[in-house]
């Protein structure tokens, strides 16, 4: 809103657009991105009742999780089995899924509505009016979207985490620089969360009947992404796949480091994949977006 | 969106899969007991999803927009207009992926088939149906009192039959009586599961399946009735 206005006052100051002093605003793009940022993160913060019930139905969800994985570390005809479980403990698990369900927030399992609205109604052609380019406008957006549910709704979740008895209860990280590490992973997931939504954006702009596809690759992702189970409890064949595959960096990674799982030496690796995935998602987009947009039929009137 | 339904089918259970291949069966718990159970309880909200579908997305298209005014101008029952105002023929994937999921088990658990149990086995997926008809209905007349926030009601559509991926005798006590009193979740898929199998539930517990749906949903309609009196129209 604030940044329409913005556009229209200087319409009025200067209609032709030939007082080049009139666009300074927009001759820094990172400012504008910064406000376009700003104004999609503010936009989906303020339900603040959404997000706190938001809260409640993760909490549960939690809840079940924990039950189920306890049955099965606890009663289960392979338990004393060596390996078993892959190196994960109980509490180990029971800290994944609290985390686990906190970073859920930040992977996309839809659209971005506004822009979904705008590549299905022909907007994308006001876009293109726009002195701004549109990938990174686009990439802006969902990166506000990912990390808009984190305060009402992930904070309380991280607060339930540490309530519960010690059985259920959210476990400390591995060590001190294990959970700075964390902190560095997560901020890789949510690089990897925006630059894969934004990604799926433009492959949706190629294709005109791309929802539902689309719709299952996010499932995808976060399927593959250890939301559903920790990756290190798949089977073990799989393993050196699912350490690899772009949407590892989504949830796993980042808590390998946090639970210890992994060894520290190994930390550059799982550091290090979510970024260049991100990249391959953004520059692959960007190339994507160039070539479409030279033969873009806007659709609408 | 058929592969789509059925995607989202196989990836929700993919987690007790892999648990199960790994650390093996809990006792006499196999992972097709849990999976008998699992599926009863989604082809039953499959069949529910594939009638009421109109009522999911009820809170956007109707209610935020005013659309409701409409439907309550005609000289017929709100809930059928409701009901009727979308429906996706690909739903019926979860349903066909339930019934091959249940055929699946029962081979694997070597329960023979006869006529009697066959219809035993339609009585408590009708019962189930009512009650996830029931669970939409009164979720989506929650809108009428609140129409943004409405995750939490994934609780008890979604979320419902994810309580059945644990064995029952290890199910805590609160979530065991929630599911099976409040909504009876467990009612419609563990006990009649368990009567079919011969895993020592009694007959009349697996035949409560059906007046635990009815009832359900007659509170549903009711609770419906008194939120479209509370309704004030949001479009102009």
Redesign the interface.
């Given at each position: 809103m604030h940044k329409k206005d913005r556009y229209k006052k200087e319409e009025k100051t200067d209609p032709g657009g030939r007082n080049p002093a009139a666009y300074t605003d927009y001759k820094s793009p990172k400012k504008a991105y910064l406000a376009i940022f700003r104004i999609q993160f503010l936009e989906s913060i303020q339900?603040r009742?959404?997000?706190?019930?938001?809260a409640?139905?993760s909490i549960?969800?939690v809840l079940?999780q924990i039950?189920?994985?306890t049955?099965?570390?606890t009663?289960?005809?392979?338990?004393s089995l060596p390996g078993?479980?892959?190196g994960m403990s109980l509490s180990q698990t029971v800290s994944y899924v609290w985390l686990a369900e906190f970073l859920l927030l930040m992977q996309p399992s839809n659209f971005n509505p506004d822009i979904l609205r705008k590549i299905e109604s022909g907007d994308v052609g006001i876009e293109l009016c726009r002195p701004m380019d549109l990938h990174s406008l686009w990439a802006a957006q969902n990166a506000a979207r990912a990390v808009s549910p984190l305060l009402w709704r992930g904070v309380p979740i991280l607060l339930a985490g540490f309530l519960p008895p010690p059985a259920w209860r959210l476990g400390p990280p591995a060590s001190p620089l294990a959970f700075l590490l964390f902190l560095v992973g997560c901020v890789g997931a949510w690089i990897l969360c925006f630059s894969f939504s934004t990604f799926l954006c433009v492959v949706r702009l190629n294709v005109p009947w791309g929802n539902?596809?689309c719709?299952?690759i996010f499932?995808?992702a976060m399927?593959l992404g250890g939301t559903?189970?920790p990756l290190q409890?798949?089977?073990d064949f799989l393993q050196p796949f699912l350490l690899l595959q772009p949407f590892a960096g989504y949830t796993d990674l980042p808590l390998r480091l946090y639970l210890g799982t992994m060894p520290l030496s190994d930390a550059w690796l799982l550091l290090s994949l979510p970024i260049f995935w991100s990249a391959v998602f953004l520059f692959w987009g960007r190339r994507l977006m160039h070539r479409r947009l030279k033969t873009i039929v806007v659709q609408g009137g | 969106?058929i592969?789509?339904v059925f995607?989202?089918v196989i990836?929700d259970p993919?987690?007790?899969i892999?648990?199960f291949?790994?650390?093996?069966?809990?006792?006499e718990w196999s992972m097709e007991r849990i999976l008998l159970i699992y599926s009863m309880a989604i082809t039953a909200f499959g069949l529910a999803e594939t009638f009421c579908r109109g009522f999911d997305s009820f809170p956007y298209k109707m209610v935020q927009n005013g659309e409701f005014d409409r439907v309550l101008l005609r000289p017929r029952s709100t809930v059928v207009q409701v009901m009727g105002s979308v429906f996706h023929i690909h739903r019926a994937a979860r349903v066909l992926s339930g019934c091959i999921a249940i055929a699946w088990c029962l081979w694997q658990l070597q329960i023979p088939m006869t006529p009697l149990k066959i219809l035993f086995l339609l009585y408590s997926l009708c019962g189930g149906m009512l009650l996830y008809m029931g669970v939409f209905i009164w979720t989506s007349g929650i809108s009428f009192f609140?129409i943004?926030?409405?995750?939490?009601i994934?609780?008890f559509t979604n979320?419902g039959y994810?309580?059945t991926?644990?064995?029952m005798p290890?199910?805590?006590r609160l979530?065991k009586n929630i599911f099976t009193f409040l909504i009876p979740i467990l009612a419609v898929s563990y006990y009649p599961a368990s009567v079919l199998c011969g895993w020592g539930e009694p007959l009349w517990k697996g035949l409560l399946s059906l007046p635990a749906g009815i009832g359900f949903l007659s509170t549903s309609l009711l609770m419906w009735r008194f939120g479209v009196r509370h309704y004030r129209s949001t479009g102009s």
């Open positions: 339900y009742a959404a997000g706190l019930t938001g409640a139905t549960f969800w079940i039950v189920v994985y049955v099965f570390f009663y289960a005809d392979n338990v078993v479980s892959n539902g596809p719709y299952m499932l995808l399927v559903y189970l409890l798949w089977p | 969106m592969p789509q995607l989202v990836t993919i987690g007790s892999c648990m291949a790994r650390f093996g069966s809990i006792g609140s943004k926030g409405l995750e939490w994934y609780i979320g994810q309580v991926r644990c064995p290890y199910m805590p979530l």
